[in-house]
């Protein structure tokens, strides 16, 4: 029986492809790498939010969000937001620690940390598949650049098992906690 061999993709869907994927990984990557190191706690004004109150936002779908709303004060005392908002829903009373980017609020813990840890790490699995197709506009596996694409499976398979490993734990942490 005679062996099919498929067409190898063109030029332009190669690059097309790997224009999505550098898209996905700006996308991704835009809101979980600037958000890693305040909920880490390295970065920011640090302080505590108590919860008096909800935000409630609409969706035009007809979808409700509802996100923690309080007051803002930070460990120095020097800084106060009656208005502050924070992610998720929390009870009411309830002391939050958090810390103060100039565009929002992040609950600083391992759980929230490993969370966008993982999101980070697919970003960076978008991102190795992405540019080389991008820059190449041809596949990569046609026997020319064999040690190249030993180094790409490598990274991208490093960045997927990161990304798998931190999304687990966070969830974990995030039981136990």
């Known amino acids: 029986m005679a062996k099919r061999y498929r067409t190898p993709p063109s030029s332009a869907a190669v690059r097309f492809g790997g224009a999505a994927m550098l898209l996905m990984a700006v996308l991704i990557g835009s809101f979980c790498v600037p958000a890693l190191p ?8 640090h302080g505590t939010l108590t919860v008096d109150g909800y935000k409630y936002s609409y969706s035009s779908r007809g979808g409700t969000t509802r996100s923690s ?38 609950v600083v813990g391992p759980a929230y940390f ?46 997927f098992y ?3 490993g931190a999304g687990v734990l966070a969830v974990g942490v995030g039981v136990v906690t």
């Open 38 to 45: 305040y909920a880490s706690g390295l970065a920011g004004t």
């Open 69 to 106: 709303q309080g007051t803002f004060r930070s460990d120095d005392g020097r800084t106060t937001d009656p208005k502050a908002v924070v992610e998720p829903d929390y009870s009411l009373g309830r002391r939050v620690t958090v810390t103060r980017a100039p565009w929002t609020y992040y």
């Open 114 to 159: 490993l969370g966008w840890l993982a999101g980070a790490c697919f970003a960076a699995c978008f991102l190795v598949f992405g540019v080389p197709a991008l820059v190449f506009g041809a596949r990569w596996n046609n026997g020319t650049r064999a040690g190249a694409v030993r180094v790409q499976v490598r990274i991208a398979v490093g960045a």
């Open 162 to 164: 990161g990304a798998v």
